[in-house]
């Protein structure tokens, strides 16, 4: 970890032990406060302090709404016995947060979402969609991809850029995630004129694919599609060209994420992802904030930060749209919202609550992940083009 980041995350502790940022905030009732719940500690840590990077870089250039200050205030949801929902609790009774931006943590869900709808108090979830057959709520916007814009997008992307016609499908039978991924794949796939040649399965404790690549090696897919986690796919890709596989690989955005290059290293060179940031797709309107925020951590934004800063800025443009602070007319400018641009592109918000928004292609060239174009979500001719992709097959290495 860097020093600016150390320092960061020194402040953040501050916060979690129910300091503000301002010492003198706390008596003054003319701000507006925002409760923020994240994995600081754990397993989910790096993710969740690198949210916490982006909300703060995007706090410092937006400091004030409505004219009254923002105040920021941090559980950290590693260290709560009781998960997001006693942190979500304790931001709510204890430090009387008008709103709040929160993740799910490990083994807990998302209870921190029905304690702010008891107390009607909107909360944006920057990173997760809403998990299938989760009952929609009025006051929780997710402004993450769902599995559906990324399943098709998926699909979309191996029939039309890639002309694949056979599709070999590898899904982990311990992740929701990853069944309804796959199931989407298949789905829209084979809508699309594609024939799924293999269905193989896998569970998180697996380390050996042997037998699943075997069957899939002879069916001679074109694709592999593999809507698993980034060390899952780097050991699957590793196995995958040492076993002679000739297929384009392609998962999902569970994977983007910097521990897939460092495992996987060559062996994951050309694997396709679908996303929602990478640094080389940023919009112009975010170059002056990712270039304050680098400049100011020493490091390169990125999806993480990037969506925690958007869950920020998305939340205090409703909040002057409703030119309010009370809950359900905030929920009210956000539930309306179109159009909206952030770091990691424009969305809207459907009626359930979950982001419309366009799928980024990511491709590892060089060790490195590259935007090759933005797709519409379920809208084939209206892809915004990056880079040409390389489609660069296992046995061309």
Do not use: W
């Not at 899904?171 to 004129?193: E, H, P």
């Not at 998962?251 to 290059?261: F, K, M, V």
Request: with cysteine; aromatic share 6%; net charge negative.
């Amino acid at each position: 970890m860097n020093p600016a980041r150390s320092l960061l995350f020194a402040l953040a502790m501050l916060l979690c032990a129910g300091i503000p940022c301002c010492p003198d905030a706390a008596a003054d009732n003319d701000t507006i406060r925002i409760g923020i719940y994240l994995p600081m500690t754990g397993p989910l840590s790096a993710q969740g302090q690198a949210e916490y990077a982006g909300i703060m870089a995007a706090h410092r250039m937006k400091p004030e709404v409505l004219g009254k200050t923002v105040e920021l205030f941090l559980a950290d949801t590693g260290a709560e016995q009781t998960g997001t929902a006693g942190a979500a609790t304790r931001l709510i009774s204890e430090q009387r947060v008008h709103a709040m931006i929160g993740e799910a943590s490990v083994g807990d869900g998302f209870a921190g979402i029905a304690v702010a709808e008891k107390a009607r108090i909107p909360t944006i979830v920057p990173v997760s969609a809403r998990p299938p057959g989760v009952q929609t709520s009025q006051y929780t916007f997710h402004t993450g991809l769902t599995n559906l814009v990324q399943g098709e997008a998926a699909a979309r992307y191996a029939s039309s850029r890639l002309k694949a016609r056979k599709a070999a499908v590898l899904m982990n039978i311990d992740r929701d995630y990853s069944i309804d991924l796959a199931n989407l794949f298949v789905k829209s796939f084979t809508a699309a004129g594609g024939k799924i040649v293999s269905v193989a399965y896998c569970r998180t404790s697996d380390e050996i694919f042997t037998t699943q690549l075997s069957a899939i090696m002879a069916t001679k897919a074109d694709v592999l599609y593999l809507p698993v986690s980034s060390g899952e796919l780097a050991r699957l890709c590793r196995q995958s060209v040492d076993m002679g596989i000739n297929a384009h690989n392609i998962s999902s955005r569970n994977a983007h994420a910097p521990g897939l290059t460092t495992a996987g290293g060559e062996y994951v060179e050309g694997v396709i992802l679908t996303s929602d940031f990478e640094r080389d797709d940023a919009p112009g309107e975010a170059a002056i904030l990712l270039d304050t925020y680098e400049k100011e951590s020493g490091a390169p934004a990125g999806r993480f930060d990037a969506l925690g800063a958007d869950a920020y800025l998305l939340l205090t443009d409703a909040m002057e749209r409703a030119g309010s602070t009370e809950g359900p007319k905030i929920r009210q400018a956000i539930a309306a919202t179109r159009g909206f641009r952030g770091i990691s592109g424009a969305m809207d918000m459907d009626k359930e609550g979950n982001a419309v928004r366009g799928v980024v292609m990511v491709q590892i060239k060089g060790g490195r992940f590259r935007h090759l174009e933005t797709l519409a979500p379920g809208v084939e001719d209206t892809a915004v083009k990056g880079e040409k992709a390389q489609t660069m097959l296992p046995a061309e290495r």
